[in-house]
């Protein structure tokens, strides 16, 4: 029932409090007193029967509970404001569709194609916000997304739209002509540049050659993005290793090179998807149809 929803004013009240620690501040923001302000979220408190602040003299802080419904209550105002805002400029400024996106394959693999899709689809922006683990759509206020995995989400439906594919040992170019990269013996001179999530795939590359994994590979550097994994040894800091479908546009431009040609098996795919809950727009509609596109014709 909508009766139970409560007053967007007391929500934006709370929700402002929630981010600020600070009625005062919170006012600021909202053009209200610090008073009004403290009226509303104990309105809202009342209304609920939950305590969602401890006040300390100047100073609130949020109960368990009021940390919880903040986090809600925040993506429902930001979608609530998106959906307006969208509305009032969809005549001038088109569609809008929002995605949560894998970081290193987006950079690496779809901005250098949404060129493209801006030119067949002027009227359609997209926007890129990272997500590196699952999330419920319905709580989110994204469209789609583009990630990471070995099948769909739950309670989503989509396509494949990439394999994540061998992983390739690279450097860049004048790494490769310092260096001897032949033996196990020049390998374990060399410095090992490996993705915190994929701690194993070094020694996983050595087991595939009959190779000892040395201490030298262990002790190399571990960033958190395989983009990172790519810029590191392009300016000449070791040999990474990663998906050839990330590395390829700087294979194309010469500022990696291949450092070896054993590969390591990828074991998943990148995945679009949406909810299922909910009919998608025709925008995202559109942006499914070109991101298959896409990665069909990769494969050609």
Not at 57 to 74: E, P
Not at 175 to 199: C, K, M, Y
Not at 231 to 238: F, K, M, Q
Request: proline content about 5%; some cysteine; hydrophobic content about 40%.
């Amino acid at each position: 029932m909508r009766n139970a929803i409560p007053n967007i004013g007391l929500l934006m009240a709370f929700e402002a409090s929630a981010r600020h620690g600070n009625f005062s501040r919170a006012a600021n923001e909202l053009a209200l007193t610090a008073s009004a302000v403290s009226r509303h979220v104990a309105a809202l408190e009342d209304r609920l029967g939950v305590p969602l602040f401890v006040r300390h003299k100047r100073r609130v802080m949020l109960t368990d509970a009021g940390k919880r419904y903040a986090q809600r209550v925040r993506v429902h105002l930001n979608g609530l404001e998106r959906d307006t805002q969208e509305i009032a400029n969809s005549r001038a400024q088109g569609y809008t569709i929002h995605l949560a996106v894998v970081s290193s394959f987006a950079t690496q693999w779809l901005l250098p194609r949404l060129p493209a899709f801006a030119q067949q689809h002027p009227d359609i922006h997209v926007h890129l916000s990272v997500r590196s683990e699952p999330f419920a759509f319905e709580e989110s206020g994204f469209d789609g997304a583009i990630y990471s995995g070995d099948g769909l989400w739950t309670k989503t439906q989509g396509q494949r739209i990439a394999r994540d594919g061998a992983c390739i040992p690279i450097c860049s170019p004048a790494f490769a002509a310092q260096h001897a990269l032949a033996t196990q013996e020049d390998w374990q001179q060399l410095v090992h540049i490996g993705l915190e999530s994929r701690p194993a795939a070094w020694r996983d590359w050595y087991n595939g050659l009959g190779w000892d994994y040395s201490v030298q590979a262990s002790r190399g550097p571990r960033y958190e993005l395989f983009s990172m994994v790519i810029t590191a040894a392009a300016v000449g800091l070791g040999v990474g290793l990663v998906p050839e479908v990330l590395v390829q546009p700087a294979l194309d431009a010469g500022q990696v090179v291949p450092a070896h040609s054993q590969t390591l098996p990828g074991t998943q795919s990148y995945w679009f998807s949406y909810p299922t809950y909910r009919e998608p727009s025709a925008a995202l509609q559109a942006f499914e149809q070109w991101v298959i596109q896409q990665s069909q014709e990769q494969q050609d």
